[in-house]
């Protein structure tokens, strides 16, 4: 049973254009949550929005409403319910205690699925960790029952309070013995990152709202076989692959875990390290579906989370390009009207469909344009004997013109990727030539 809670509150004049477009309405949320629990196969026997006046500390939700949705849950005979929403450790067991069946907040159904998809020794790691930060603070009240049995004393704990701290003892040691761990497998991504860095080749990251079609567009780009479902989470662990870009530069194009709206903290900053691939990207494509009703409200989501990653968002000259996909599903005055309000945006997104195919040719051309912002353009002429050196030149550089001497040498003009400037420069240094 999956249960969305809806605070009520009177609409204010300002709130008006927040709601045409930039919050998920309820509904939607429902939608979400259901698809979320579908995430890992559970069985949805029923689900619904719950309108509540003000959150009850003890419940959440109101003792009438929870002996009403306690009814339905014995008619149904439910096993779970699921609160779209933040529960504290108290409301949690209060639920569970009211409605006699298991309750799985937001936090805990994300974590779920998290540990359903991590496939890599650090995806796994990382699920663990959150997870077992979030039992943590799940402690403090399971053991209740037995807390007013103190020693006589009042100096030794009662067999609550052992207990209590027995178990976060071994939660901790464990906590710490996963952080050794993480740093491990952090110190070996950031030597293939270092790797990477000498070859050079610019990081290009695909960061979008879950199911926005960020794998669907990987692969078409790449040609790589990236699991591409239409569900939340199908991508969990990141994937990166070499691709050739027209002016011949070379990138390494990154997919990332989608984001989600409400994307809890503590998850977040488990998966800092994956995220470090978008953190230290050269270009942040931010993959939209510009078909969804909600998609202004998905986009702030997804900025939010970029935000707490330290990436400014804000700046017209910045380094994220956002790829308006899906356009195959807008009708045709709906896409013509995007195309006008694309031209007229200051960071003039991409209109693509991963699907068809259709726009990912002006795609790459714009992360060329985007990437060649701080490349050199150099005139340099190249004796006929250094066949070698002119033929890396054409691999490594985008050759503009070039012309035939009398002499036998070669004139070339050169655009000289800014991330093998020095390389190029130091190969021309090192045959002889002034530059």
């Known amino acids: 049973m999956v249960l969305v809670p809806v605070l009520k509150r009177p609409q204010r004049s300002g709130d008006a254009a927040k709601t045409a477009g930039e919050t998920h309405t309820p509904e939607n949320r429902l939608s979400e949550a259901v698809g979320l629990a579908n995430a890992i196969d559970l069985d949805i026997i029923d689900s619904a929005i719950v309108p509540m006046s003000e959150p009850r500390p003890s419940t959440l939700l109101g003792s009438g409403k929870v002996d009403e949705l306690g009814g339905r849950v014995r008619d149904l005979d439910i096993g779970l319910v699921i609160v779209d929403h933040a529960l504290t450790p108290v409301q949690q067991r209060n639920l569970e205690k009211a409605w006699n069946t298991k309750v799985l907040d937001r936090t805990g159904l994300i974590l779920e699925i998290f540990g359903a998809r991590a496939r890599t020794r650090e995806g796994v790691l990382q699920v663990e960790l959150a997870h077992l930060s979030y039992q943590k603070g799940r402690l403090v009240r399971a053991w209740t029952h037995l807390e007013r049995q ?33 740093k491990d497998v952090v110190r070996t991504r950031d030597l293939h990152r270092k790797g990477r860095r000498k070859v050079p080749y610019p990081i290009v990251a695909v960061v979008g709202y879950t199911n926005a079609g960020k794998s669907t567009l990987f692969n078409k780009i790449t040609g790589a076989g990236v699991v591409a479902m239409d569900q939340v989470f199908a991508t969990l662990d990141p994937t990166m692959r070499e691709v050739k870009l027209p002016s011949a530069r070379r990138i390494i194009l990154s997919d990332t875990v989608g984001f989600i709206s ?6 977040v900053a488990a998966f800092r390290a994956t995220l470090e691939e978008v953190v230290e990207a050269d270009l ?3 993959v939209r579906d510009i078909a969804h009703e909600e998609t202004e409200a998905q986009a702030r989501d997804v900025e939010k989370v970029l935000g707490e990653l330290g990436i400014d968002t804000l700046p017209v000259d910045g380094h994220i390009q956002e790829v308006w996909n899906k356009i195959d599903l807008l009708t045709g005055d709906r896409r013509a009207e995007l195309q006008h309000e694309a031209q007229r945006d200051e960071r003039p997104p991409v209109l ?12 790459l051309d714009a992360i060329d344009s985007r990437l060649s912002v701080a490349d050199e353009i150099l005139d340099v002429i190249i004796p006929g004997s250094l066949g070698a ?23 070339l003009r050169l655009r000289i990727p800014s991330e093998k400037k020095d390389r190029v420069l130091g190969q021309l240094r090192k045959a002889g030539l002034k530059v």
Do not use: Y
Not at 156 to 170: F, H, K, N, S, V
Not at 352 to 363: C, D, F, H, N
Not at 389 to 411: F, M, P, Q, Y
């Open 262 to 267: 409400d994307l809890p903290t503590s998850l």
């Open 284 to 286: 942040i494509l931010h």
């Open 352 to 363: 693509v469909s991963a699907v068809t195919g259709e726009g990912i040719v002006p795609l």
């Open 389 to 411: 050196l002119l033929n890396w030149l054409h691999e490594t550089c985008d050759v503009l013109a070039r012309e035939a001497r009398k002499d036998g040498s070669i004139e």
């Open 150 to 182: 103190r020693g006589g004393g009042g100096f030794l704990g009662g067999p609550g309070e052992a207990q209590i701290e027995l178990d976060r003892r071994m939660l901790q040691d464990r906590i710490d013995a996963i952080k050794r761990d993480l």
